[in-house]
């Protein structure tokens, strides 16, 4: 461990690992509330137009993706405001036409720019740059000031959407905003866990703590710790392994998911007994 | 909730709760709901009744702004619906919330969440608001059931807990989405008794409902959507007959066949 940050560029990554580990599941947890769990997911696609568009103009890969990211956030609001059983579709929509326009855009590119794409799809111990690091400190620090001020609200509507109106909260107001922290946390995440699987952890300590918790707030605080656990681990797993650290963070997230699952079992019977 | 109580008293401007005035609804240039007038004032009990269809959550949705209106006003305390800002003193009570079965909430974070609201976004609950939740929680009989995970209650008993949500909120109006629907005999008394208690101390309940089971005798008013779009309220008034009322009046029966609860379907001559 201690020889790993003996590198500048691991370094970087770890202190990378660790903010999106903290931040993603924090977003996370609407999401699922609301059963948006595939919104990320969708975010990330529309980023990875962003990548392409920033090879194809030679322009800084995280303010373009960032940028497209929230485009895409305030466009799939819309769509789901505007026709309103086709939710689902409208991730559809985004899918596709993010992941056509990414590998499109960055196959027009000069140089060698659609084979470092892959970096971009399933994360890289190496492309985390030094004004890198200060950009995505200021970007959590944003989300977290956010959900500290705005998480009562955002909890209100993903518990019923009409009875927090009625409370007054603006509803469409908070769900634009939940599309852009997720867009937000994409971008975030973008460099060490990569596009494609960068939702994963929104998701997937999310999931895994719900099987023990019996509050939000535990569901939170506990995938918060795991998100943090699984990216730190991954990513250290990766330099060892030589594999992009994506999938070995996911994969240790699921790997928190068994465990819990397995761990569940005694804690609802206990629980049970006691009622 | 320190309101008197009017006995069937006609409602005045000042003692308006709720004012809807020449409403239309329309879903796609097709008219739900037409010309409603209403006025529902301080005290009253009202239920609102009609068959599948004839807009009656229509109208609900619309008088708390969750629908927007084709023509007319909706008035709330006094003030147009687009002015209105003191939220606070409505509570919508849902049969369920959709939110609680994906993640685990608590039955506290529940109750608690009925004191959201963006005006007090930068503080924490005081003790009085936290005192308020407990004190709601408590006269619900659920208090001991803080800790649970809200989805792992029966049905009838999270709808205490969403009522107690409500009381929470301090609301002086109740807005319920059919309370006795699915709830079994011992907690529609419990349900009963806690609705009387309230209505004795002020609180304007409007219900939205297909049966009358249990709270029949609670109801100072109906009013009944017929399915003719032309002609939205075909009965608005006081039961009849106090205590017993609509039974004798309107008509049931289960018009769908699928056992579900009767849709009261319109008034016999």
Request: charged fraction near 15%; include cysteine.
């Amino acid at each position: 461990m201690i020889a790993i940050l003996e590198f500048d560029f691991m370094r970087r990554a770890l202190i990378a690992a660790a903010l999106v580990g903290l931040i993603a599941p924090l977003i996370g947890v609407f999401l699922v509330q609301r059963r948006l769990a595939l919104l990320g997911d969708g975010m990330g696609h529309v980023a990875l137009t962003g990548v392409g568009l920033a090879f194809l103009f030679g322009t800084a890969p995280v303010p373009t993706a960032m940028a497209a990211a929230v485009v895409g956030a305030f466009l799939i609001e819309f769509i789901r405001y505007r026709s309103r059983t086709a939710g689902d579709v409208a991730l559809a929509l985004l899918f596709y036409g993010g992941i056509a326009g990414g590998v499109l855009f960055a196959s027009l590119a000069p140089g060698k720019a659609s084979s470092s794409l892959n970096a971009y799809l399933f994360g890289s111990l190496s492309t985390v740059a030094e004004g890198d690091v200060w950009a995505l400190v200021a970007l959590c620090l944003a989300v977290a000031a956010i959900v500290a001020v705005l998480g009562r609200e955002l909890f209100a509507v993903s518990l019923d959407p009409d009875i927090a109106a009625v409370q007054g909260v603006r509803v469409r107001v908070m769900s634009t905003l939940m599309a852009v922290l997720a867009a937000v946390v994409v971008v975030v995440g973008m460099r060490v866990v990569g596009l494609l699987l960068v939702s994963a952890i929104m998701i997937v300590p999310v999931a895994a703590a719900q099987q023990v918790t019996r509050s939000f707030r535990a569901t939170a605080v506990l995938a918060v710790v795991l998100g943090l656990v699984a990216s730190v681990a991954g990513l250290v797993g990766s330099f060892y392994v030589e594999v992009p650290p994506g999938p070995t963070i996911v994969l240790f997230a699921l790997l928190c998911f068994a465990i819990l699952a397995v761990v569940a079992v005694p804690i609802r019977s206990r629980r049970k007994e006691a009622t | 909730m320190t309101h008197p109580h009017p006995h069937g008293a006609a409602t005045s401007a000042a003692d308006e709760v709720v004012g809807v005035s020449r409403l239309c609804v329309e879903f796609d240039s097709e008219h739900v709901l037409e010309d409603v007038d209403l006025s529902i004032g301080r005290g009253e009990f009202v239920a609102l009744l009609g068959p599948n269809g004839s807009g009656k959550t229509t109208l609900v949705r619309t008088m708390l702004g969750l629908q927007t209106s084709s023509h007319g006003s909706v008035r709330l305390f006094g003030e147009p619906l687009s002015r209105f800002r003191s939220w606070q003193r409505i509570a919508l009570v849902p049969q369920r919330l959709p939110g609680s079965t994906s993640i685990p909430v608590s039955v506290w974070e529940t109750v608690l969440s009925g004191l959201i609201s963006p005006r007090r976004r930068w503080r924490p609950f005081s003790r009085v608001e936290r005192a308020a939740a407990t004190t709601a929680l408590t006269d619900v009989g659920l208090w001991g059931k803080r800790h649970e995970r809200l989805d792992t209650l029966s049905g009838g008993q999270q709808r205490r807990v969403l009522i107690a949500r409500a009381l929470a909120s301090g609301a002086d109006l109740l807005v319920m989405d059919e309370p006795t629907a699915g709830i079994d005999a011992a907690n529609l008394v419990q349900l009963t008794a806690l609705l009387a208690r309230l209505h004795e101390q002020g609180t304007t309940v409007i219900v939205v409902t297909h049966e009358l089971t249990g709270i029949s005798h609670l109801i100072t008013r109906a009013v009944v959507l017929g399915p003719d779009r032309r002609e939205s309220v075909v009965f608005d008034g006081p039961p009849p007959v106090p205590g017993q009322l609509l039974h004798d009046h309107v008509h049931h029966h289960d018009t769908d066949g699928d056992g579900d609860a009767p849709s009261v379907v319109g008034l016999e001559p």
